[in-house]
């Protein structure tokens, strides 16, 4: 089992659902969260006053899958969240020690599956 974390731009979010729901990921959770790397920030003006806003939004997508399915997931996730520019985001891929639906109990597999 693998939980791959994907945080990137907001506008790529409708695209990032659309390429995973191509390549079988049954679910997924979405968070909006706030960084600093690589942008390190930005100057806006509001009401004449600049200032300068160091944690841009970006957007969280966890998936949990399987081992053999989490290579396809990061593929599209990369596909769809590209813009080429700076502060596309970053994908992070880690082990996964148990998934219990709750609902039902199942472990595992049989938890992320539809």
Do not use: H, W
Request: net charge neutral; aromatic share 4%.
């Amino acid at each position: 089992m693998k939980l791959v974390t994907a945080i990137f731009k907001p506008s790529r979010l409708d695209a990032v659902i659309d390429a995973l729901a191509a390549v079988g990921a049954s679910g997924l959770t979405v968070s909006e969260v706030r960084g600093y790397g690589r942008q390190q920030g930005k100057t806006e003006v509001y009401r004449g006053a600049e200032y300068e806003v160091r944690l841009l939004p970006k957007v969280q997508v966890d998936v949990a899958c399987s081992a053999d399915a989490a290579e396809r997931i990061v593929g599209a996730i990369i596909s769809a969240a590209n813009t080429e520019t700076i502060g596309d985001g970053k994908i992070f891929v880690r082990e996964l020690d148990t998934v219990i639906r709750i609902r039902t109990g199942e472990r595992d597999e049989k938890a992320v599956s539809q």
